[in-house]
């Protein structure tokens, strides 16, 4: 388990010791500079310091990279957090330093998820007025936290201060205001999804067949089991895949290759060798320009059933890509035996087309 976040932090440089003040503050601790803490999630997002000026979130992602994602349950601002809301959150009662306000933030567990487990995880520091603080143990994608609990960001600041939480992700940056909830930066990882049902089917006829009868066959196209194979169901377009980002203007589309299984020479083994740019085209719908798939070599082989795999084909697209048709042309593809014999189609297959729509670009 991680180490608790008050640990993480230089408590003694974001507390001070109480100085001299009324009763009413005597139990109060002074807090400058940033902490945080975990707190339990179930309360704290049903209790608000209600002492404070509270502004509600939608507790949905609000900085999204590849690697993890991050949204608010509220942010609140006033000069204390009394005992009964700060016994709710599981904090002592905070008081603000002499010309400085308080600014806190709770990090809200309904919006971690992430499209990719980091090899690297996202870095998080709190700026104020651009001096920054980083912050270790943020309920990111990388991390142990679960719904049960999450963590309020505290903040000392001079009133009308920019305060605000920057993440950074494969060399990304966002920030995201703690006083408004506005975010900015470099932009955000997206993605979109379409279904994907690889079907059909071709008459074709085998390479040095001997009997002619034998090499004839159908030729068919199916998705891969998807119970094993995560992404065999379902094409993404994203603005980052294989560890780097899209240049400007475009988005990677990437889809499963498919299952591809012949009814000719049963009880012999075939496998068809192409090149995914020569087999693989995509056309934006609205007649935008047609793109080869991005990839090397290929040897798959015939089988009998859908099997599961991982295998993936990607296309470099415009980002603002709503739909298309992919072609599947295995035409000019080689067919051969298991001793590697044969060569072109004595009857090749016709091209397989499979319609893609996407959501819309927000």
Known sequence: MRAPLATALALAAALTAPTACSSSHSSAQV???VRAADVESAASMAEV?????????????LLVGPHYSLGLSWIATGREIGARPAGTLGVPPIRAAAGQELVFALISPEATNAAFKPEKPATASVLVDGAATPVQGLPLADSETTASHTVLIMVGARPRSSVRLEVTDSGRRLDLDLRTGAVSGQGGFTQRDSDVKWRGGSRVMLPNSGVPSLGSGKLSLSNHVTTQAPFADHATLTNYQGGKWAPAGRAFLTLPLPSISCDAMLGMTYSVK?????????????GGKTVR??????????????????????????AKTTGGTVAFDLRNARVVDANDEGGSWVRPPGVFKLKLTFDRPE
């Open 31 to 33: 807090l400058t500079g």
């Open 274 to 286: 192409f090149n995914d740019s020569t087999a693989f085209s995509f056309t934006p719908d609205g």
């Open 49 to 61: 310091p209600y002492d404070m000026h509270v502004k509600t979130m939608r507790d949905t992602p």
């Open 293 to 318: 798939a991005e990839g090397g070599k290929r040897d798959v082989g015939f089988v009998s059933l859908p099997t599961s795999t991982t295998a993936t084909v990607v296309f470099s697209v415009p």
